[in-house]
């Protein structure tokens, strides 16, 4: 089974709680505190394996979780990082956030890898916290939570020229004839149900990798029929062979043909569109070929055309020469733009408030990133932690919000569920 797309959840392993510890030993008076920290969580990284020709292995992944990191001991002891979590991808493999649609990595050679969540900070021991201030302090902090992430993932195989056309127009019957492929052949619609590679090797000792990608029909870019889940593999080529039967063997018209495909391939991509394409006439043994090649070049009459024939054996020469020179010309250009990637987005620092508070009913609810992961790592336990994180939230200005807002001592304050009085 082909697999090429599918959605899953990642989550990174959360970090190992840190330890409220002190040194006990007969003959030390007041030992002093030696809460080790806790150990990292898990990453969940992408690895490109040159082995692999599908996502089939993900298929069944629908929520990948990472390991938590040790927990951190008594007599300075650090907790262990988590053993990161490998998922291998192949050759081509793009991932994306699936809730900003910036790309986050585009995996296009072997054995490249990215961390696509990263697993939390292992929490700090009270040895950490011992300042000139306070040398026995009884507190310590959990775990940071692991990166929580939706992506969606895409295999778009990688080929330097890509056969497109319509069902049964022979694109297969082309692959196997100049290249080492051999894809299954028939006479009937949607044969090839995934694409197929082959390497395309020239006696000039020059070589480039073709796909055959499954027939396109209309209305492919919206989603009809099998087209509209290969056209993506097309992104990657560098030349788009645009297969026609100019035989017309099914009583089609070629120029009606090519305008259809030409068609769904500007709807679904204007790079796509933009390709370098080549035009092969294919079927040229069969009666009728050559009065609507001449009609075809007199429609389309600045298009580069190779007329070619698997039953009489012409043209395939010609055609790899072609595809070969033009591909010496062609250099190569990235498949996503800057402002799609992830890694390329500039985070402006703005004089804004790193939470928001909102009113349900008599409650003021207190959401935002920084505030939640610091209510997730406090010990409420530890009355030195609850006076840390109430301090911290006054750093932050979360009082003085509230006030600014008409919050009266007394009155409920919700962080991630739970419910706190406002109050001196």
């Known amino acids: 089974m082909f697999v090429d797309e599918l959605t899953i959840k990642v989550i990174a392993g959360k970090g ?3 330890c409220t510890s002190f040194r006990r030993e ?9 809460g080790g920290n806790g150990g990292n969580g898990a990453n969940i990284i992408f690895r490109v394996d040159k082995g692999l020709k599908t996502l089939i292995d993900l298929r069944y992944m629908k929520i990948i979780k990472g390991d938590k990191g040790e927990n951190g001991k008594g007599s300075n002891r650090q907790g262990k990082n988590a053993e990161d979590i490998i998922i291998k991808v192949p050759e081509g493999t793009t991932i994306t956030d699936g809730d900003t649609g910036l790309v986050i990595a585009d995996l296009v050679q ?6 696509v969540a990263h697993g939390g900070r292992g929490g700090r021991g009270n040895a950490a916290f011992k300042s000139h201030s306070d040398n026995a302090p009884r507190i310590s902090e959990l775990g940071e939570p692991g990166e929580m992430r939706i992506l969606k993932v ?15 127009v022979g694109k297969s019957t082309i692959l196997a004839t100049i290249s080492s492929a051999r894809p299954k052949i028939a006479s009937y619609h949607f044969t090839t149900l995934a694409p197929n590679l082959g390497v395309v090797k020239l006696k000039d000792q020059r070589s480039f990798i073709m796909a055959d990608l499954p027939g396109l029909i209309e209305g492919a870019s919206e989603g009809v029929g099998l087209g509209h889940k290969f056209l993506r593999h097309a992104l990657r080529t560098k030349i788009i062979c645009h297969v026609i039967d100019m035989g017309a063997e099914e009583g089609r018209s070629p120029i009606e043909d090519y305008l259809a495909i030409r068609k769904e391939i500007e709807q679904y991509s204007d790079k796509l569109a933009q390709k370098k394409e ?4 294919n079927k040229m043994d069969l009666d009728g070929a050559e009065s609507n090649l001449k009609e075809f070049k007199k429609k ?10 698997s039953v009489t054996n012409v043209g395939f020469d010609e055609l790899m020469k072609l595809l070969a020179n033009t591909l010496d010309e062609i250099e190569n250009s990235p498949l996503y733009n800057e ?14 408030k790193p939470f928001t508070i909102t009113k349900d009913g008599d409650v003021w609810v207190l959401e935002g990133k920084e505030l939640e992961k610091l ?11 609850v006076v840390r994180f109430a301090r911290k939230l006054k750093g932050m200005g979360v009082e003085e919000e509230l006030e600014k807002l008409g919050a009266k001592r007394g009155d409920e304050v919700q962080i991630c569920g739970y419910m706190f009085e406002f109050k001196e």
Do not use: C, Q, W
């Open 339 to 352: 402002e799609e990637l992830e890694s390329h987005v500039i985070y402006k620092f703005k004089n804004e």
């Open 16 to 18: 190992g709680d840190g």
């Open 154 to 168: 895409e295999l778009k195989m990688i080929a330097d020229v890509g056969l497109v056309g319509l069902p049964s």
């Open 375 to 385: 209510f997730k790592m406090t010990r409420f336990d530890e009355d030195e932690a």
């Open 110 to 115: 072997d054995n490249k890898e990215v961390i």
């Open 278 to 281: 080549v035009i092969v006439a």
């Open 26 to 34: 007969k003959y030390v008076a007041m030992g002093g505190p030696d």
């Open 300 to 309: 389309f009459p600045d298009k580069e055309i190779v007329m070619v024939s």
